[in-house]
């Protein structure tokens, strides 16, 4: 799987996401991350990438031509057009069945934007979907799209060891993970649950079963309502 990341702030973007997981990923061939600077296609002398609104208003806006370009050079390298997410408060709300759905795709485009936004033109011409990682505002595109490549990245198969997945399963079936205890037995007075002492298999996954119906039902009512729901129809 490639990413292409459109964006004013390339280092930002790589430098977080080859941090840690993604970049052992990347490093054995099993995705690969590509920042495309939307500078180094500006037309303007001074390279600048903004203008004013037409119709008046705060702020400035990012131009359509050097997002174009930048795409444009980018379907040019791969050899047709990919699908192009943009990264905005105005989008569908990211959820793990769309991390699931974009790790089937071979190349994806993630468009960032700032300042107040972007001219209208250019998100008609290249964007093919909308995605919000949730209802509020950050100053750019860029933690959406690094939120969006690592939960995307991780359902591509190799990415994740044996380990690393199995914790994952939990949400698989749209319930929350369990608690988990490790050393010591005994801390701040606080035990680790019997049970999970007990060398006893079955019980000890009740027991977190248990834990996973209680936690979503208490925590988060709206996921509590969703299992029920898909729950009556199998
Ligand atoms: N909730 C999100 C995405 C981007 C963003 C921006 C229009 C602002 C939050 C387009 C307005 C991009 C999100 C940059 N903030 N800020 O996913």
Redesign the pocket.
Known sequence: MKFYILTLFPEMVLTGLRTSIIGRAEEAGLLSLEAVNIRDFSANKHHKVDDYPYGGGAGMLMQAQPVYDAFCSVAAQIGRKPRCVY?????RVFEQAMAKELAGEEELVLLC??Y???DERVLDEIVTDF???????????EL?AMVLVDAVSRMVPGVLTNEESGSSESFEDGLLEYPQYSRPEEWRGKKVPPVLLSGHHKNIESWRREQSLQRTRERRPDLWERYLQKFSKE
Do not use: F, N, R
Request: no cysteine.
């Open positions: 990264l905005t408060p105005q989008g934007g700032h107040e936004g972007m995605i919000s990682i949730g209802d509020y505002v950050l100053t750019g595109g959406p």
